[in-house]
T-cell receptor, first 116, second 113 residues
Framework: AQSVTQLDSQVPVFEEAPVELRCNYSSSVSVYLFWYVQYPNQGLQLLLKYLSGSTLVKGINGFEAEFNKSQTSFHLRKPSVHISDTAEYFCAVSPSFSGGYNKLIFGAGTRLAVHP | DGGITQSPKYLFRKEGQNVTLSCEQNLNHDAMYWYRQDPGQGLRLIYYSQIVNDFQKGDIAEGYSVSREKKESFPLTVTSAQKNPTAFYLC????????????FGPGTRLTVT
């Protein structure tokens, strides 16, 4: 079985400051890793994903994440945040051998609040 | 534009009534999913379907039912047996295979009083 832990439920940060949202996972099999963003009262949108290869993954809106296999982590970073980045961010994993569908296991989410 | 639509955006029902949430996709995806979202708990999988006329229970299927008669449609019925139905419900779809991301609809917020 897989599990995902997002280490911070809320992260306040000032505009133009850097931010890191932390994600750790547990799995006995190899996994794919995802970060999604959810703006208030909306669905989720994919920010980036790691399948294989380079451990540094770049996504939309200037976000990037680094896969660390030894620490089973997939932290999300942005060098300079904007007010518009205020949202909830979800880390998710999917077993790489799950058959014909994508079995996503989500973390509880991290609420990023960007202040002027 | 391809995407997923959910209707209605907000839904109010009295306790004891069944209610059906709509989910339609025009992405030509084989797999579809229903999630329930509660504050501070992330998303929990209710049901998923890999192909037409087939669906499987997720982690919290009790009190819910689904059908998949068409590739494009995956409606969710919240029955009166669901003890705590008030929540935000999200529908998603994906291509077959674990490497493909899920695409989400805008969600339906159900309030039962």
């Amino acid at each position: 079985a897989q599990s995902v832990t997002q280490l911070d439920s809320q992260v306040p940060v000032f505009e133009e400051a850097p931010v890191e949202l932390r994600c750790n996972y547990s799995s006995s099999v190899s996994v794919y890793l995802f970060w999604y963003v959810q703006y208030p009262n909306q669905g989720l949108q994919l920010l980036l994903k790691y399948l294989s290869g380079s451990t540094l993954v770049k996504g939309i809106n200037g976000f990037e994440a680094e896969f660390n296999k030894s620490q089973t982590s997939f932290h999300l970073r942005k060098p300079s945040v904007h007010i518009s980045d205020t949202a909830e961010y979800f880390c998710a994993v999917s077993p790489s051998f799950s058959g014909g569908y994508n079995k996503l296991i989500f973390g509880a989410g991290t609420r990023l609040a960007v202040h002027p | 534009d391809g995407g997923i639509t959910q209707s209605p955006k907000y839904l109010f029902r009295k306790e004891g009534q069944n209610v059906t949430l709509s989910c339609e996709q025009n992405l030509n995806h084989d797999a579809m999913y229903w999630y329930r979202q509660d504050p501070g708990q992330g998303l929990r999988l209710i049901y998923y379907s890999q192909i037409v006329n087939d669906f499987q229970k997720g982690d919290i299927a009790e009190g819910y039912s689904v059908s998949r008669e068409k590739k494009e449609s995956f409606p969710l019925t919240v029955t009166s047996a669901q003890k705590n139905p008030t929540a935000f419900y999200l529908c998603a779809s994906s291509k077959s295979g674990g490497s493909y991301e899920q695409y989400f609809g805008p969600g339906t917020r159900l309030t039962v009083t």
